[in-house]
């Protein structure tokens, strides 16, 4: 039950296109939304065919829960050509999701920097980055996916400038809910890329605020999110257990009756509900306190 005064968000890269088991998986998702009741959601590696109508994945969530129970919006770009050889990927588009109990009055989607020329071959080097975002309710809301290959961290410095810039040119004047960020970073706590975006690093004579939920009220607690220990989906990479995803309240400060405060947090998406885990990821939920919060 939606909580008054308590706006209550979720994020998962749901890996929909990328990993098997689609057919299976997206039903632990809503399995996962009823056991969470989430005000807001924000997806990663949502995709959908332009040429098929009705594949967009976000979508089938929100078609296949409670009749209106889901705004949603989607952006995202098509692959690097090569990506996926043997496949034609003509109107494929791969990007992120925003679900709302809201109506969506306004969205956007940027297209994060990419390096027109990496050094490594693999197209992974290559696949474009996005920011969406999402105005609902009062509240702006943004969903990213930064660049995956753990070397990469040169990439992922330019795109978290990047969407400072964004976000700082899309929030709403006057509102009193600090904007929320969430994705799938691929970059962990202690990088410079994470540590701007905490006001904890300077990127080129440039400071910013965005506060870790899972930091805030968990520091001791490793959070991972990509664990191959316990996730038999997240074996594929060849990576150790890390954080890299995150759940993120913009600056909070002087913010009236408290807004934005970051009330609670945990993983979500994390067990079997339906026998199958529901993404190579773990996702997050979290309560930011919003005394502004409008009914549904």
């Known amino acids: 039950m939606s909580q008054p005064g308590v706006l209550r968000v979720a994020q998962l890269n749901m890996g929909s296109l990328l990993e098997p088991g689609w057919e299976e998986r997206r039903h632990e998702i809503l399995a996962w939304f009823e056991r969470l009741d989430p005000d807001v959601v924000c997806l990663q590696e949502v995709w ?52 709302s109990r809201w109506p969506i009055d306004r969205t956007d989607v940027v297209l994060l920097p990419v390096d027109p020329a990496p050094r490594d071959p693999h197209p992974s080097w290559r696949m474009r980055a996005e920011l969406l975002y999402a105005h609902t309710a009062g509240a ?14 040169y990439q992922r410095i330019h795109q978290v400038l990047a969407i400072d810039d964004a976000i700082r040119e899309r929030q709403t ?60 989906q997240a074996r594929f990479l060849n990576v150790p257990p890390q954080r890299i995803d995150y759940l993120f309240v913009g ?9 934005g405060r970051i009330l609670a947090v945990d993983l979500a998406f994390h067990e079997p509900l339906t026998g199958r885990h529901a993404s190579d990821h773990y996702g997050l ?12």
């Not at 702006?140 to 961290?153: K, M």
């Not at 939920?285 to 549904?296: G, L, M, S, T």
Request: glycine fraction near 8%.
């Open 173 to 232: 004047p006057g509102v009193a809910l600090p904007p929320i960020l969430c994705g799938d970073f691929n970059a962990k706590p202690q990088s410079d890329e994470m540590r701007f975006l905490k006001a904890n690093a300077v990127l080129d004579g440039r400071s910013t605020h965005y506060v870790d939920a899972w930091e805030t009220l968990r520091p001791t607690e490793a959070g991972y999110t990509y664990d191959p220990l316990t996730n038999p």
């Open 48 to 99: 959908e065919n332009t040429a098929e109508p009705g594949s967009n994945t976000a979508a089938w969530l929100a078609g296949n829960a409670p009749e209106g129970r889901w705004h949603w919006c989607f952006g995202g770009f098509e692959f690097p050509e090569d990506a996926w050889p043997g496949r034609d990927l003509t109107g494929l588009r791969f990007g992120s999701a925003i679900l």
């Open 140 to 153: 702006d809301v943004f969903s990213t996916h930064l660049a995956p290959p753990p070397a990469q961290a």
């Open 251 to 259: 600056d909070m400060f002087l913010r009236p009756e408290g807004a």
């Open 285 to 296: 939920v979290a309560d930011v306190r919003w005394p502004q919060k409008p009914e549904v």
